[in-house]
């Protein structure tokens, strides 16, 4: 059936365009276009824009109106382009009319379309064809939504290797592996009573845990990739009035949180996004921390505790002005999370001599990153920002060797199949049957096909490509 859908975002626009794929596109379009060179559609170059009019027609069986307009009146003036199947992005006879971007425009070319003999497309179900039809693995297809939905440089980074198809060469080269030692390894059980070895057990060994091994290196760009293109949640947390809405009010450059000498101001949870060196940040402001009886403070306290634990960079906030020690932070406060940058804030208000006092009292970890600052002058915010945006990157992607996992479900089934594989390692160091080492081997196996869509289900391509625009 072919199908056809708007391809560019709703709204009021310059350029709108409408895409139509399937093997009777060409023939449903050319009877609501007219081109200006007076060429029929069916003749014209394929991957070339021609100048038209956009017409409506009447229904062929009443001679009815399909819109109330007449027979042959204009809609608008665009530009046709046909891409003939399998060179186009679904696989198949593509035309696209791009008109201007008015949703009434839009509209009335699509219902044009419609009664011409095509229907609407679903979400997502272009990409869907171009993956049914081979022109995508799964993990493209899956790409080509992390392309359009990209909120930093870092994330439309990774989004453009999955699409290129760096992820999917990797997985189908680890796959093939798999599939050549279950091909051995059922030889060598279907010729079990001839004298024939089809594969060592040192070579079967050293396969395995040579596959293995690089299913765990993937596996270990997983929350480095899924934080870079989510977004990395950055929590400040602290005791009250320490200046922890002060700091996220200066890092967003905007007074998002109320400020004021109470302490305990800040009862809840408060998240705004940045983008700082095409990182995407969350950062989230909490409540101070401390004994209360008040309900709505506890309750601000009890939240607080639920973000650190789950923060990708603790950012703890110390007032200069105050104790310092056992005082300052306790991890019985906030759970067992240690803060990955510690920000010694008011310094404005404490001499040089004070200063250096709290600094060395500070318990900081190796790896923890001391900023001293004050809100009030800007003091040490650079400071401040460039040691998140380190935290969040973790160093670069672009030289790294191997491919970088940034989804989900990605990291799953890399997972299932990692662990498969060691089941199967086991089972060859222990001298099990080949029969129960294949069952290990191709579980592996299938798991790797999810990640191309070499082994899907209807379940899953439906619950990837609904969350697509109707028109890609």
Same mark, same amino acid.
């Given at each position: 059936?072919?199908?056809?859908?708007?391809?560019?975002? +709703?709204?009021?626009?310059?350029?709108?365009?409408?895409?139509?794929?399937?093997?009777?596109?060409?023939?449903?379009?050319?009877?609501? @276009?007219?081109?200006?060179?007076?060429?029929?559609?069916?003749?014209?170059?394929?991957?070339?824009?021609?100048?038209?009019?956009? /017409? *409506?027609?009447?229904?062929?069986?009443?001679?009815?109106?399909?819109?109330?307009?007449?027979?042959?009146?204009?809609?608008?003036?665009?530009? @046709?382009?046909?891409?003939?199947?399998?060179?186009?992005?679904?696989?198949?006879?593509?035309?696209?009319?791009? *008109?201007?971007?008015?949703?009434?425009?839009?509209?009335?070319? *699509?219902?044009? *379309?419609?009664?011409?003999?095509?229907?609407?497309?679903?979400?997502?179900?272009?990409?869907?064809?171009?993956?049914?039809?081979?022109?995508?693995? +799964?993990?493209?297809?899956?790409?080509? /939504?992390?392309?359009?939905?990209?909120?930093?440089?870092?994330?439309?980074?990774?989004?453009?290797?999955?699409?290129?198809?760096?992820?999917?060469?990797?997985?189908?080269? +680890?796959?093939?592996?798999?599939?050549?030692?279950?091909?051995?390894?059922?030889?060598?059980?279907?010729?079990?009573?001839?004298?024939?070895?089809?594969?060592?057990?040192?070579?079967?060994?050293?396969?395995?845990?040579?596959?293995?091994?690089?299913?765990?290196?993937?596996?270990?760009?997983?929350?480095?990739?899924?934080?870079?293109?989510?977004?990395?949640?950055?929590?400040?947390?602290?005791?009250?009035?320490?200046?922890?809405?002060?700091?996220?009010?200066?890092?967003?450059?905007?007074?998002?949180?109320?400020?004021?000498?109470?302490?305990?101001?800040?009862?809840?949870?408060?998240?705004?996004?940045?983008?700082?060196?095409?990182?995407?940040?969350? /950062?989230?402001?909490?409540?101070?921390?401390?004994?209360?009886?008040?309900?709505?403070?506890?309750?601000?306290?009890?939240?607080?505790?639920?973000?650190?634990?789950?923060?990708?960079?603790?950012?703890?906030? /110390?007032?200069?002005?105050?104790?310092?020690?056992?005082?300052?932070?306790?991890?019985?406060?906030?759970?067992?999370?240690?803060?990955?940058?510690?920000?010694?804030?008011?310094?404005?208000?404490?001499?040089?001599?004070?200063?250096?006092?709290?600094?060395?009292?500070?318990?900081?970890?190796?790896?923890?990153?001391?900023?001293?600052?004050?809100?009030?002058?800007?003091?040490?915010?650079?400071?401040?920002?460039?040691?998140?945006v380190a935290c969040v990157s973790g160093g670069s992607f672009e030289s790294d060797?191997?491919?970088?996992?940034?989804?989900?479900?990605?990291?799953?089934?890399?997972?299932?199949?990692?662990?498969?594989?060691?089941?199967?390692?086991?089972?060859?160091?222990?001298?099990?049957?080949?029969?129960?080492?294949?069952?290990? @081997?191709?579980?592996?196996?299938?798991?790797?096909?999810?990640?191309?869509?070499?082994?899907?289900?209807?379940?899953?391509?439906?619950?990837?490509?609904?969350?697509?625009?109707?028109?890609?």
């Open positions: 059936m072919t199908i056809c859908g708007i391809a560019t975002p +709703l709204g009021d626009g310059g350029i709108g365009i409408v895409r139509i794929s399937g093997c009777d596109a060409v023939s449903i379009v050319e009877p609501l @276009v007219r081109l200006r060179s007076g060429v029929p559609l069916r003749q014209v170059q394929r991957r070339r824009l021609y100048l038209a009019d956009i /017409l *409506c027609r009447k229904k062929p069986h009443d001679g009815t109106v399909i819109f109330g307009l007449q027979d042959g009146e204009i809609i608008d003036e665009g530009l @046709v382009v046909v891409m003939e199947g399998p060179r186009s992005f679904t696989g198949e006879d593509v035309v696209e009319i791009q *008109c201007h971007g008015g949703p009434i425009v839009l509209g009335l070319v *699509c219902e044009a *379309c419609v009664g011409a003999g095509a229907r609407l497309a679903e979400p997502g179900e272009f990409t869907k064809r171009a993956f049914l039809n081979g022109r995508l693995d +799964l993990s493209q297809a899956e790409a080509v /939504l992390d392309t359009i939905t990209a909120r930093s440089e870092a994330g439309l980074r990774l989004a453009q290797r999955h699409l290129r198809g760096d992820l999917g060469r990797e997985v189908r080269d +680890l796959r093939n592996g798999l599939l050549g030692i279950l091909g051995e390894l059922e030889a060598g059980i279907d010729f079990s009573d001839e004298d024939i070895t089809f594969i060592h057990t040192s070579d079967l060994e050293d396969a395995l845990s040579k596959i293995g091994g690089d299913i765990q290196r993937m596996l270990r760009t997983a929350d480095r990739g899924i934080r870079l293109r989510d977004g990395a949640r950055v929590v400040v947390a602290g005791r009250p009035n320490v200046g922890k809405s002060s700091v996220l009010n200066r890092l967003l450059g905007e007074d998002r949180a109320i400020v004021t000498e109470v302490p305990g101001t800040t009862r809840d949870v408060i998240e705004e996004s940045v983008v700082w060196e095409g990182f995407r940040v969350v /950062l989230v402001d909490t409540a101070g921390v401390r004994d209360t009886e008040d309900v709505v403070e506890r309750e601000g306290i009890r939240r607080t505790k639920v973000v650190v634990e789950d923060a990708d960079v603790l950012v703890q906030v /110390l007032d200069a002005s105050e104790g310092q020690g056992e005082e300052g932070w306790s991890a019985g406060e906030c759970g067992s999370r240690h803060p990955d940058v510690i920000v010694i804030n008011k310094t404005d208000l404490v001499s040089d001599l004070r200063l250096s006092e709290v600094s060395s009292g500070v318990k900081a970890g190796a790896s923890t990153k001391v900023i001293l600052t004050s809100m009030r002058t800007g003091e040490g915010l650079d400071c401040l920002r460039d040691a998140i060797g191997g491919v970088v996992v940034t989804n989900i479900r990605h990291r799953d089934a890399l997972a299932r199949a990692g662990i498969a594989v060691e089941r199967a390692l086991d089972a060859v160091r222990t001298g099990v049957q080949p029969e129960l080492i294949v069952v290990d @081997v191709r579980d592996s196996s299938d798991a790797l096909g999810e990640v191309t869509g070499a082994i899907t289900s209807d379940e899953i391509l439906s619950h990837i490509f609904s969350n697509f625009c109707i028109g890609k």
